[in-house]
């Protein structure tokens, strides 16, 4: 792990969700997995994760293809997750003994599918009380103590940064964010969000939440009106 003290400095460097997203990219890199999420505990009555989700890089349409297969209700990981604060890490092919037999193979082909054995979840707080947790999730043997705590500290602080940006000024009305008007700029030459993800090297989450914020930041309704009036105001052309 010879390359953590510039990972260290690089979260002083944080100003934005992009350079937030840079970062954790490149952590969940560091540490050999595939990619992160970071989302909201779900409650015990939800049945969808994506509505939770904050930042992922997850392959586009996998968070749907959890939700499409009924994943959520029956996981263990959820369930610990609601009533635990310290990191859990599991085998994605032998943590399903509590699922339905049915559902439980589903499951195995479901993380098979994504090519992910090995998942880590550190659940984080910010000062008003509000529960998370960052996951990562690859092909990689278990984690190490050592490696636990060390991706268990950057996760904290990587949610201390989440936390003040969400929290810091609040962005004047109307204006749109580089990445927001990037996002618009493809949608009104009639990409889908799959493809602008693909385009932009984001998740598919990612670009329907920057098209959200300017469709509210703009005081539409829907992406048609959004497109007209950005180009009424010369946002794009």
Request: aromatic share 8%.
């Amino acid at each position: 792990m010879t390359d953590l003290p510039p990972l260290l400095r690089s979260l002083d460097l944080i100003r934005s969700e992009i350079d937030l997203m840079a970062f954790l990219r490149r952590l969940a890199r560091h540490f050999d997995f595939a990619g992160f999420l970071l989302f909201n505990i779900p409650a015990v009555a939800d049945d969808n994760l994506l509505s939770r989700i904050e930042l992922s890089d997850l392959p586009d349409g996998m968070i749907e293809a959890y939700d499409d297969l009924g994943l959520l209700k029956n996981s263990q990981i959820f369930q610990m997750l609601r009533r635990s604060t310290i990191p859990l890490t599991l085998d994605t092919e032998t943590a399903h003994a509590t699922r339905p037999s049915g559902e439980a193979e589903r499951a195995i082909q479901f993380f098979a599918r994504y090519n992910i054995t090995t998942a880590a979840f550190f659940p984080v707080h910010d000062h008003g009380g509000c529960r998370a947790a960052f996951g990562f999730l690859g092909d990689r043997n278990q984690l190490s103590h050592a490696e636990l705590g060390e991706l268990g500290v950057y996760a904290a602080h990587a949610y201390n940064i989440y936390s003040s940006l969400r929290n810091g000024q609040p962005e004047k009305e109307g204006v749109l964010s580089l990445r927001e008007l990037e996002a618009l700029h493809w949608v009104a030459n009639g990409k889908t969000s799959s493809e602008v993800a693909s385009i932009l090297s984001l998740s598919e989450h990612t670009v329907n939440t920057y098209i959200n914020n300017a469709i509210r930041k703009l005081d539409c309704v829907n992406r048609i009106q959004l497109v007209a009036k950005a180009m009424r105001l010369h946002l794009i052309s």
